[in-house]
């Protein structure tokens, strides 16, 4: 039943059309029960485990195997667990449908952060938690984001069904994932009416935020003029990784996408789940509590700027005035695609991925850094040997804005950066990304002060969306960059990518909330990222160096002290350039 999320009792013409269309998808998904149980083999029942009261903590202290290893593994669902399904993903899908568009009381607007945040009370009583009570020590977080996409929403739907091209769209937040089986296809449109179990690691973009595991399932259907994807949790099959290893769970969260004039789609994204947030860094806990860390606006941002991306690397138009140093399209398409592979290495190497075996060392005063070691074997897109990574984060009380700004300046470069060398830095070549101001890609060319020294080029990335800034850059070889900008092999170029990542800090604004009076209420400006109420920021600064080619060579302290002198020294001289001592 739908409920009216303004309060009154009169229901008007467009709930009555979504009452009708959920009725129809109630009856045509009892159809497709009926035909996915007869298609799937039956395992004996007596393997079914019985269901276990939801906890993230577990007494077994035998090891086991992990998310993804259980990940790999087919389902062999029984006849009852495909019923289970199936009524799931109903009743998934219903209440996705009804959130996607209700407006107060159920959703509350914080005017500082321009997050539309669900009130909690108000839904437990309007809906059943229908994954079962919420699991002792979560902490739930549910946000909506709505706005405009460039891509139609089919092309949309075939990415989000793709768990490959998922993965490609939404690297920034997705360190891995995989579908792990095939349960239904539509039978007119294979997308309309699919239904598929999929693993993921979602990441951010420093290692003081752990990773979050997901096991789900993913439904997607059209009704009328609307494409609906939904994801719900499905702890009580068989196969389902235990809360012990699977810290999230997925109340009914995914998409509403609706069609619009010029291949855009309008895009109503919904993010919903109970997570344990043990082993967040401190000066994160405000970030992620609030929802703004993993929540919607991030999902619609990173899907904004990927969608401007790809229509930048299919353009046929005539390219702006800076944009005329590429000598033609292929090179521009293939510096892009250079640019891409560059940062999504950046923000895969600097999260906390479970991959990754980050050591936490102490730094100069109370600030901590993290080391890994790595090693790059037959990797043709890095120089093969030892390397060293290195990050940090901390809080500057400036804005997420000004602090993006600062670091794409290639004026200002000679600021923060002690590789520059006091040398003056010139941008070469400088290819927009899309209109938000600093999304580019550049071409730095360092002139050493000193006569005898030899200039070096940097190939920097500058990305900014509604909840997160990158600043990416690496060195590069002249002849290698020569070729792509000829339209070359961008994956011949070998990088070792570091920069920065910048995030609003949440506890940096005061609560302001107010309830959303209507579905068409006016949202705040933006200009890029969607923060600039936010007067600090949570910077995440990370260096890689190449310790050796030998992969047998052992790391020295030497390496360590010089990458945290690297560190401490960047950090010192933006603070000392943002009056921030």
Request: hydrophobic share 40%; proline share 5%; aromatic share 6%.
């Amino acid at each position: 039943m739908l409920t009216n999320s303004s309060g009154g009792n009169q229901v008007s013409p467009e709930d009555q059309r979504s009452l009708v269309d959920t009725v129809e998808m109630d009856a045509e998904l009892n159809l497709l029960g009926s035909q996915f149980v007869q298609t799937v083999p039956v395992v004996p029942s007596n393997t079914l485990n019985g269901l276990i009261q939801p906890s993230f903590s577990s007494n077994n202290s035998r090891p086991g195997p992990s998310v993804a290893e259980i990940a790999a593994h087919p389902l062999c669902l029984t006849d009852s667990e495909k019923l289970m399904v199936v009524e799931l993903a109903v009743a998934a899908m219903e209440e996705l449908a009804q959130i996607a568009q209700a407006v107060e009381p159920l959703w509350m607007l914080d005017l500082n952060s321009n997050i539309e945040i669900l009130d909690k009370q108000e839904y437990q009583r309007q809906f059943k938690n229908i994954i079962g009570p919420t699991v002792n020590g979560a902490t739930v977080e549910a946000t909506r984001e709505t706005d405009m996409v460039m891509m139609d929403a089919h092309s949309l739907i075939e990415t989000f069904m793709d768990v490959d091209l998922w993965a490609q769209m939404f690297s920034l937040i997705i360190s891995r994932a995989q579908r792990v089986e095939t349960l239904a296809t539509g039978s007119v449109d294979p997308l309309d009416g699919a239904m598929q179990v999929v693993y993921a690691e979602l990441q951010l973009p420093t290692p003081f935020i752990p990773t979050r595991e997901v096991y789900f399932l993913r439904y997607s259907k059209r009704l009328e003029h609307q494409w609906l994807v939904v994801d719900i949790c499905v702890d009580s099959l068989r196969a389902n990784p235990p809360l012990s290893l699977l810290k999230c769970r997925k109340r009914p969260s995914g998409c509403v996408l609706e069609q619009t004039a010029n291949g855009y789609s309008k895009i109503t994204w919904v993010e919903h789940v109970e997570v344990d947030n043990i082993g967040v860094h401190p000066i994160y806990h405000s970030l992620v509590n609030s929802g703004m860390g993993f929540g919607a606006q991030l999902w619609v941002g990173t899907l904004q700027r990927q969608c401007k991306l790809i229509a930048n690397l299919l353009a046929k138009r005539n390219f702006s005035s800076k944009d005329t140093v590429l000598s033609n399209k292929e090179g521009r398409a293939s510096m892009l695609k250079l640019a891409e592979r560059m940062s999504n290495n950046f923000c895969a190497g600097v999260s906390a991925a479970t991959k990754h075996s980050w050591i936490t060392l102490s730094g100069s005063g109370t600030d901590e850094f993290k080391v890994v070691i790595r090693e790059s074997i037959d990797d043709p897109g890095r120089p093969p040997g030892v390397v060293l990574s290195a990050a940090t984060s901390l809080r500057l009380p400036v804005s997420p804005e000004r602090l993006f700004h600062f670091l794409c300046d290639h004026n200002c470069r000679t600021e923060w950066d002690i590789l520059s060398n006091m040398g003056m830095v010139e941008e070469t070549v400088h290819v927009s990304k899309g209109d938000s101001f600093g999304n580019s890609v550049s071409l730095l060319k360092v002139n050493s002060p000193s006569s005898g020294s030899s200039s070096s080029l940097i190939l920097q990335d500058c990305s900014s969306d509604k909840s997160c800034s990158l600043v990416v850059y690496a060195l590069v070889d002249v002849d290698a960059m020569k070729a792509v900008l000829n339209g070359g092999d961008p994956d011949a170029v070998t990088l070792l990518p570091s920069g920065f990542a910048i995030l609003p800090d949440r506890h940096a604004l005061s609560p302001c909330i107010n309830h959303v009076r209507n579905s068409g209420y006016r949202k705040l400006s933006s200009m890029g990222h969607n923060s600039e109420n936010s007067h600090a920021s949570l910077l995440t600064m990370a260096f890689q160096i190449l310790v050796d080619h030998e992969l047998s060579a052992k790391l020295s302290l030497e390496s360590v002290a010089t990458i945290n002198n690297l560190i401490s020294s960047t950090v010192t001289r933006i603070k000392r350039a943002l009056l921030c001592e």
